[in-house]
């Protein structure tokens, strides 16, 4: 069974650093990962989507990178801002049932 | 207006009632699902369904209900709710094969309180 596991749980840094978000994953065998937001009581927005034969994707201040064999990703988000401030969901879809697995995801906080 | 539209927004009821969560969307995706949040543990599948025909059981299926009115609509129903289904319900769809990433987009959610 997949399990996904992302760390820290919760992250607070000052405006303006960089940051990396981390996920892991137990089987590599993998069609996609993921990356998502969720403001409070909202529902989740999608920011990266890697396809399994894809190393990273990149939009905007994001980085997301896969490395299958390790079973990690990590979420990169440069030039941090108060408004990026939400929790980070990464999941995955496993390549034998479509079954898609969540992380409990890092709640950041980028003060002011 | 939301792509995936998800009503009620809030509910409390009690135990023993029977409550019915619904869906609809406009994105003209074939696949849906209905996702549970609970704090700490992430999101869990409960059913999802590929097409109006098809129906499937996710990781914890038991005590929940769906229905597929049709493309647009699929309506999860806890026949006789607990406290522990407290939690917030999501509605997600994905693009059908053919064109399938696998990227799922999801509705506002729906919170829910058995007392």
């Known amino acids: 069974k997949q399990e996904v596991t992302q760390i820290p749980a919760a992250l607070s840094v000052p405006e303006g650093e960089n940051l990396v978000l981390n996920c892991s994953f137990t089987?590599?065998?993998?069609?996609?990962l993921q990356w998502f937001r969720q403001d409070p009581g909202k529902g989740l927005t999608s920011l990266l989507l890697i396809q399994s034969s894809q190393r990273e994707q990149t939009s905007g201040r994001l980085n997301a990178s896969l490395d299958k064999s390790s079973g990690r990703s990590t979420l990169y988000i440069a030039a941090s801002q108060p408004g990026d401030s939400a929790t980070y969901l990464c999941?995955?879809?496993?390549?034998?049932?479509?079954?898609?697995?969540f992380g409990a995801g890092t709640r950041l906080t980028v003060k002011p | 207006d939301a792509d995936v539209t998800q009503t009620p927004r809030n509910r409390i009821t009690k135990t023993g009632k029977r409550i019915m969560l619904e869906c609809s969307q406009t994105?003209?995706?074939?696949?849906m699902y209905w996702y549970r949040q609970d704090p700490g543990l992430g999101l869990r599948l409960i059913y999802y369904?590929?097409?109006?025909?098809?129906?499937n059981k996710g990781e914890i299926s038991d005590g929940y209900s769906v229905s597929r009115q049709a493309q647009a609509k699929f309506s999860l129903s806890l026949e006789s709710a607990i406290p522990n289904q407290t939690a917030l319900y999501f509605c997600?769809?994905?693009?059908?094969?053919?064109?399938?990433?696998?990227?799922?987009?999801f509705g506002e959610g729906s919170r829910l309180t058995v007392l």
């Open positions: 999941a995955v879809i496993d390549d034998n049932n479509n079954d898609m697995r």
């Open positions: 089987d590599s065998a993998i069609y996609n």
């Open positions: 997600a769809t994905s693009a059908d094969e053919g064109s399938y990433t696998g990227e799922l987009f």
């Open positions: 369904s590929f097409d109006v025909k098809d129906i």
């Open positions: 994105k003209g995706h074939d696949r």
